[in-house]
T-cell receptor
Framework: EADIYQTPRYLVIGTGKKITLECSQTMGHDKMYWYQQDPGMELHLIHY???????EKGDLSSESTVSRIRTEHFPLTLESARPSHTSQYLC??????????FGEGSWLTVV | QKEVEQNSGPLSVPEGAIASLNCTYS??????FFWYRQYSGKSPELIMF????GDKEDGRFTAQLNKASQYVSLLIRDSQPSDSATYLC????????????FGQGTELSVKP
């Protein structure tokens, strides 16, 4: 498996705060992804990366940004959190077997 | 039309029965297809993938792919209550660097 690690698992934060959701992997995979999923709803791709210094926006428009300075890390940042950002954020990586594996997710609640 | 479509369910089957989950996709150029299981509050976990037309079996699970009909299905034999979850069909956009696009998922409930 791809061994994707996400922190924090749960975060409650006030409106207007800056937050960064961390995602890391130890397998050296080039391709990584961020998905957003509201409870009981579909998974939507919001960002992806093919490697260092490569990031692209996904199909769902998101006010978040990502960076890929190192292969191992693919953090997602919200500069000014709003209640509409409350959701589950799932990081994923593509293994050498060409399959995508997910981390455990980060549940964000903005109050 | 959504790129990947599934019946949202819920699909209810008795324990021991065969559960049949269906998925259609719109991009005829898609080459690889995945089934994930997601328990409530958890992240998706990969069940199996299929690339070629026909059937692929893994334990109690069988994936079926028909590229001509743009249809992929998942059969779960001898369904167990622990199989109760949402099943997500995903299609790889191989021509776009491998972005995985998900259907809305089918909720399966296996009754004891």
């Amino acid at each position: 498996e791809a061994d994707i690690y996400q922190t924090p698992r749960y975060l409650v934060i006030g409106t207007g705060k800056k937050i960064t959701l961390e995602c890391s992997q130890t397998m050296g995979h080039d391709k990584m992804y961020w998905y957003q999923q509201d409870p009981g709803m579909e998974l939507h791709l919001i960002h992806y990366s093919y490697g260092v210094n490569s990031t692209e926006k996904g199909d769902l428009s998101s006010e978040s940004t990502v960076s890929r300075i190192r292969t191992e890390h693919f953090p997602l940042t919200l500069e000014s959190a709003r209640p509409s950002h409350t959701s589950q954020y799932l990081c994923a990586g593509r293994s050498a077997g060409n399959t995508i594996y997910f981390g455990e997710g980060s549940w964000l609640t903005v109050v | 039309q959504k790129e990947v479509e599934q019946n949202s369910g819920p699909l209810s089957v008795p324990e021991g029965a065969i559960a049949s989950l269906n998925c259609t996709y719109s991009d005829r150029g898609s080459q690889s297809f995945f089934w994930y299981r997601q328990y409530s509050g958890k992240s998706p976990e990969l069940i199996m993938f299929i690339y070629s037309n026909g059937d692929k079996e893994d334990g109690r699970f069988t994936a079926q792919l028909n590229k001509a009909s743009q249809y992929v299905s998942l059969l779960i034999r001898d369904s167990q209550p622990s199989d109760s979850a949402t099943y997500l069909c995903a299609v790889n956009r191989d021509n776009q660097g491998g972005k995985l696009i998900f259907g809305q998922g089918t909720e399966l409930s296996v009754k004891p």
